[in-house]
């Protein structure tokens, strides 16, 4: 089993910059992708932007060109850079990797504001 733990969250302006960590511990071998999913009051869950074990990225289309994943091996973690901030990016972002089965941290906030 992975454990996930999340930070990075907080308040910001519109336009601006945050960046998230997801360090990954337990059953860090078996982990074929990891991933940034985000829910916002009243709306589905949904994927962000995920990077398989080979380092092959994929984005929602509302975040292309803002948001970069990455991964530092050495460190076992995941990152989300997330520039130009916009209000509808606020929600609790989490973070998710693939094993055996799912597993998820515990979420961040991320407000931005207007």
């Known amino acids: 089993q992975v454990q996930l733990v999340e930070s990075g969250g907080g308040l910001v302006q519109a336009g601006g910059s945050l960046r998230l960590s997801c360090a990954a511990s337990g059953g860090i071998f078996s982990i074929n992708a990891m991933g940034w999913y985000r829910q916002a009051p009243g709306k589905q869950r949904e994927l962000v ?3 398989t074990s080979g380092g092959s990225t994929n984005y929602a289309d509302s975040v292309k060109g803002r948001f970069t994943i990455s991964r530092d091996n050495a ?4 990152y989300l850079q997330m520039n ?11 973070c998710a990797a693939d094993s055996w089965r799912r597993s998820w941290g515990q979420g961040t906030q991320v407000t931005v504001s207007s």
């Open 49 to 51: 932007a995920a990077i």
């Open 84 to 94: 130009s901030l916009k209000p509808e990016d606020t929600a609790v972002y989490y």
């Open 75 to 78: 460190k076992n973690t995941v």
